[in-house]
């Protein structure tokens, strides 16, 4: 488990929420020892027919915080997600705490700034939010003292955060059966996707590990809770001992018949921005598509 801070005994009170839509496992995430909380990757719906948001499913997270007089902490983005739109400053507006996700968002900001060719308005140092999470850096959600990995690959900005025995993969690892994130997007590299999980799968065997997104491979009822142990034994794409260059040919050839995923342009505007949508020279919301760039 290398130098990370692992604290087994703290163990937080974890209750999921799972959007139908875009397969997304959200998380509260709670001290229990205090009423601190933490959300994990929150949803903001979009009609994309239609071009209409709504906060149906980050109402439900916010609900679950006023009936069980919770204090949110923080809203935390794993990463910058390709196939759902973040509500985090819809549920900040709401309860109040702080936005954070890795500081390689600059990255991301670099990169598809020019993708959607935005203006010098658009600020690319991560100053959307409130907090930049470094590789191995801490915070706390009450009593409890969290932790964040950093682990490039699917996007360069994934991070893992570690709070007691429990742990946040982002799209880093799936269950077992759904193996692992694809790491053909800007920025992304199979190479990097595979040493990060090596750095995952060195903490203990028994801590929990809940994932961003489960699709019920071969028929199976959703799932988004496994251990590391579990995912050393059965992974489907790491697990065994698979080697680095086994996972390289298999990850560059299985992403290369993967069609780009059906919120990515959309998601990226908005995530990139901490969740805010983009607005027109009117102050119009407004979104790009941006043609043969992906």
Known sequence: MGSYPVQLKTKPEVTAFFDSVSNTISYIVKDPDSSACAVF???????????????????????FIK????????SIETHVHADHLSAAPYIQQQLGGKIGIGEKITVIQDTFGKVFNEGTEFQRDGSQFDALFSDGETYQIG????????????TPACMVHVIGDA??????????????????????????????????????????????????PNGRDIQWETTIG?????????????????????RTERDAQLRM??????????????????????????????????
């Open 41 to 63: 990757d929150s949803v903001m719906d979009f009609d994309m027919a239609a071009g209409r948001i709504t906060y149906d499913h980050a109402d439900q997270m916010i609900a």
């Open 67 to 74: 009936v069980n007089n919770l204090t949110l902490e923080w």
């Open 143 to 154: 009593t409890m003292t969290a932790f964040a990995i950093a682990t490039p690959g699917h």
């Open 167 to 216: 742990a946040f993969a982002g799209d880093t690892l799936f269950m077992p059966d759904g193996g692992s994130a694809r790491a053909d997007f800007p920025g992304g590299d199979a190479a990097e996707l595979y040493d990060s999980i090596q750095k995952v799968l060195s903490l203990p065997d028994e801590l929990r590990l809940f994932i961003c997104h489960d699709y019920g």
């Open 230 to 250: 579990d995912q050393k034994a059965k992974n489907i794409h790491v697990g065994g001992g698979k080697s680095r260059e086994e996972f390289i040919a298999f």
């Open 261 to 294: 995923p059906g919120l990515i342009i959309p998601s990226i505007q908005v995530n990139m921005r901490a969740g805010e949508i983009p607005k027109d020279a009117d102050g119009n919301p407004m979104l790009k598509v941006p043609l043969n760039a992906l």
